[in-house]
């Protein structure tokens, strides 16, 4: 339902996406994910025809950019980040509105509100003005914007960025009711959220694919690690850590209040490495805040296949 081949667009010297391709299938509710500045939203844009590559190709369900943009934009509905909504405008005229925009007849168009307002659970506010609406609500009226036309394929990027909890836990049980019927690409730098709705995620960094697979695909080959909180300086103590015996690998992976450290340890054996790292805190005086082994989480994922695409981009360089 998505291909992408070949994506290249820059912005001057800067390349902001390089040689990007990969494909989403029917029914695939997909993660897409990169650091800040990787390109996800760039990528986005061309996806949805809001930007054209410089190369490469983009086709929805099978019908390229290049030989019919109108009837591939049809078959797409979009949330961009920061929603296109009209405050002073109530919800059901935007929603009327938008139909008119995308052509949409009068039987159509009435039709497609009354499900979108079902499909979002906006009854009891079509006539609220929409600035007066909750961020999750808005959230909401934009997600029914994008399945005004009942397309086949989703783009929603950060669709739950800024939300309180309560509120993204109910557009991402939404978005889970969407993928039934629909084709999902899903870009999110909340990691969680994509291993609870998402089979499959897309790595990109600086512009470049670096993973493709399913989450137990990705989590393949991680091995043992181990998550340590100390209260230390940070360069003092990943210094101490990287000494360790049995740990190859050291990552900062947060800051906390309180000087407190999170770090991230691959290790050879998990057991022997946590009573070393213990042995270390209790040394030097630092504070032991958490000490935990882990399971391969896509976090782990993200940052090793991250910080080694950067690596490997240092050196070229």
Request: proline share 3%; hydrophobic share 40%; net charge negative.
């Amino acid at each position: 339902m998505i291909r992408a081949e070949g994506l290249v667009k820059h912005y001057g010297a800067v390349h902001a996406v390089d040689g990007v391709s990969f494909r989403v299938h029917r029914g695939e509710i997909v993660g897409f994910l990169g650091p800040n500045g990787a390109g996800k939203s760039t990528t986005m844009k061309m996806l949805t025809g809001y930007l054209y590559p410089d190369a490469g190709e983009v086709a929805i369900g099978g019908i390229s950019f290049e030989d019919d943009a109108i009837a591939a934009r049809s078959r797409i509905g979009y949330l961009p980040e920061n929603t296109p909504l009209y405050g002073e405008m109530r919800v059901r005229a935007y929603l009327r509105f938008v139909g008119d925009v995308r052509g949409l007849s009068r039987s159509v168009c009435r039709a497609g509100i009354e499900r979108v307002i079902a499909a979002c659970n906006l009854e009891g506010y079509v006539g609220r003005r929409i600035r007066t609406l909750s961020k999750g609500y808005r959230q909401r009226v934009g997600l029914a914007q994008a399945l005004l036309s009942d397309p086949d394929v989703l783009i929603l990027d950060e669709p739950t960025s800024g939300l309180d909890p309560a509120e993204i836990v109910r557009i991402r049980d939404l978005i889970v009711e969407l993928a039934r019927t629909k084709t999902i690409l899903l870009s999110t730098h909340v990691l969680p959220e994509i291993e609870e709705v998402c089979r499959r995620a897309i790595i990109i960094a600086a512009g470049r694919l670096v993973a493709d697979g399913t989450l137990l695909e990705l989590s393949e080959g991680e091995g043992e690690s181990i998550a340590v909180v100390l209260g230390a300086a940070e360069d003092e103590a990943r210094s101490a850590l990287e000494a360790l015996e049995g740990v190859h690998d050291v990552a900062l992976s947060g800051r906390g209040a309180l000087g407190r450290v999170r770090f991230h340890l691959g290790v050879e054996e998990r057991f022997e490495v946590s009573e070393r790292v213990s042995r270390l805190a209790q040394d030097r005086g630092w504070a032991l805040f958490e000490l935990r082994h882990e399971v391969p989480t896509l976090e782990t994922v993200f940052l090793r296949r991250t910080r080694e695409f950067a690596a490997r981009a240092s050196e070229e360089s």
